[in-house]
Structures are given as structure tokens and as C-alpha cells.
């Protein structure tokens, strides 16, 4: 009996794989993957907090500026710029870059005057929230994280620049993530200003405006805009309070077992707290739907809507 039942898992999973088709295949998330895999070796090379997929506000314009991420570590804040280029890399006199690859020339404007404008309008945006930041504290890295991007112009990046090379070969400092900017009286004999201020900072982060983020099973990573659920009239009711006003994040559960039955969903989704990072476990509600419910999803930089089956998420994280 149990070598039917295996062989009926086997063909019941060969199936899904012919005649199903997996929504996250086909979409191209290096972008993202780059974004995150850069995040989490800097929080494990030099400890603190990395926020990816900031929005930041910027008063002179009246838009909303996109910041890779910042990170914030004892003594010192950085705004990095991550460009997962391909290809052979060339800089001109005005500062802008060119990455040669197999089909296309990619032309980018200044990498590190894009930063450094990112750091202005962040730094303004903390001051609106009462965080001021001492000289010095706040500065900006452009890392090339991809083994594909080469140039024998290494020399004459600028020491905001952080090539493969130095990418793959980073330590973590003793005491400062890239040393250098903060000096004196700050180094000596502040270190309560300096607890002070990352308390602050952490906090005006983790409330700032930021990308909707999808996290896929096999570690993929989608930023953008949740739009709303798609699926039978029954399980979008069930969701109905899974809203960006109410809801900071959802997680999603298989219940059924094998994977033999069309399976329902557990959906845990914990309401928004900003007295803290996240909700503890009696704040958590639940509801559970049909696994083919379907989420529409517009990836940053895309014009295009995509669909993603529940099934295939493992959270997602919704901007106040």
C-alpha cells in the first residue's frame, strides 16, 4: 500500500511541474536578490540594521526619492547604492558610467552624485523627524556586488566605490563600518549621544514610507506595490481586513498534508504596531483561503501587474 501511495505523490508532483505553471520562474528578480544578498552581509559583516527599499520623501520635489538601502550601525549611518552590473565597466569624465555586455551597452548617470543626493534628501527627511545627525555621521557606498562586472579602470573609481574585487575581500573594522568619518569628540566620549541617536534612527527607518516586499519561497525577493487578492469570492472576503491602514505583514502556511489534496492556506497577518518592530504572537489573526487565491503585485521599475499564487509566498510586507 505505501508503494502506491508513493508512486501517486510522485506522478501527482510530476504533474504539477508539466502542467502547472510556477508564476515565480519566470520572473527575473537579480535585481532584488542583489539588493538583499548585499543587506545581509553587511548586517553580518558589521552588525546593525540594513532597510531596503526606502521611499523617502523629498520636499524640494515633491516626490518620493528610492534608496537601495541604509545601514545603520553603532557610530555611523551609510545610504548604499547597489548596482548588480554585467559586463565590462567604463567611467567617463563627467562622472557617468558605461557596462559593456554580451548585446547592450547599459549608459548610468553619476553613480555616486546619485548617492550623495540620496543622502541629502535622507538626511533632510530625518531632521522633519527630529533626528539630527551629527557631522560626519551620514555617508554613501555604491557596491558592484556582481563576479560579471570588471574594468581595468579600478584605480580611478572613487573611494565611494566598492568594486567586486574589494566586495569579495571586505572584512568587518573593529569598531566602524568603513572607518573615516566619524572623528574626535564623538569617537571619545559620546558613545550615550551615540546610542541615542541609532535609537532614533532605527525608529524613523522602520516607520518610513518603503516598498511593499514580497518574500518567495527558495529566498526571492520582489519589492514593489500590493495591489489587492484575486481568487473566489469566499477566500477575497476572508481577506478583507488585509489592508495597508490595518496590516503590516502576512504569513503563509500550507495545512494540508502531502501536498495530495488541493491544499487551503493559513494565513496569519498581524495588524499594525509602531510602539514596536513587530506584533507579538497573541496579536496575530488567521484566516485561511484556497491555495489557487492569487495576489496582484506591481514590481518596482515595471509598468506590468504580475499575479503570484499564495502558494508561492512565504510573507509579505506591507508600507504604512
Known amino acids: 500500500m505505501w508503494i502506491e501511495i508513493l508512486c501517486g505523490l510522485i506522478v501527482y508532483r510530476l504533474f504539477r511541474c508539466f502542467f502547472y505553471d510556477d508564476d515565480t520562474l519566470d520572473f527575473d528578480n537579480s535585481h532584488f536578490h542583489a539588493l538583499f544578498s548585499v543587506a545581509d552581509r553587511l548586517e553580518k559583516l558589521y552588525g546593525g540594521k540594513a532597510y531596503v527599499g526606502l521611499r523617502i520623501p523629498d520636499a524640494d520635489t515633491g516626490t518620493r526619492q528610492n534608496i537601495d538601502m541604509v545601514l545603520i550601525t553603532k557610530g555611523e549611518a551609510v545610504v548604499v547604492s547597489v548596482k548588480n552590473l554585467s559586463g565590462f565597466l567604463s567611467t567617463n569624465a563627467d562622472g557617468s558610467w558605461a557596462c559593456e555586455g554580451k548585446h547592450k551597452t547599459e549608459r548610468l548617470p553619476d553613480p555616486v552624485a546619485e548617492a550623495k543626493k540620496q543622502a541629502s534628501i535622507l538626511e533632510s527627511y530625518l531632521e522633519q523627524r527630529g533626528v539630527a545627525l551629527p557631522e560626519g555621521f551620514l555617508s554613501c557606498k555604491v557596491v558592484l556586488p556582481n563576479p560579471k562586472c570588471c574594468s581595468i579602470q579600478t584605480s580611478y573609481f572613487p573611494s565611494e566605490v566598492i568594486t567586486y574585487d574589494q566586495w569579495s575581500q571586505l572584512k568587518p573594522e573593529p569598531k566602524y ?125 515595471s509598468t506590468k501587474v504580475r499575479k503570484f499564487k499564495l502558494s508561492s509566498i512565504v510573507s509579505l510586507s506591507l508600507s504604512a
Not at 212 to 234: C, I, S
Request: hydrophobic share 35%.
Open 177 to 301: 563600518m568603513f572607518s573615516g568619518w566619524i572623528k574626535g569628540a564623538l569617537r571619545g566620549g559620546k558613545k550615550g549621544m551615540e546610542e541615542s541617536i541609532e535609537q532614533k534612527l532605527n525608529f524613523a527607518l522602520s516607520t518610513a514610507p518603503m516598498w511593499d516586499r514580497l518574500e518567495m519561497k527558495g529566498n526571492k525577493y520582489v519589492l514593489g506595490e500590493f495591489l489587492e487578492f484575486k481568487g473566489k469570492q469566499e477566500d477575497t472576503q476572508a481577506l478583507r481586513n488585509v489592508r495597508r491602514s490595518k496590516v503590516s505583514r502576512l504569513i503563509i502556511q500550507k495545512t494540508s498534508m502531502f501536498g495530495l489534496a488541493p491544499s487551503r492556506l493559513q494565513v496569519l497577518y498581524s495588524p499594525w504596531d509602531y510602539r514596536s518592530e513587530g506584533a507579538s504572537a497573541s496579536e496575530w489573526k488567521e484566516v485561511h483561503v484556497r491555495s489557487s487565491t492569487e495576489v496582484l503585485f506591481q514590481p518596482q521599475n
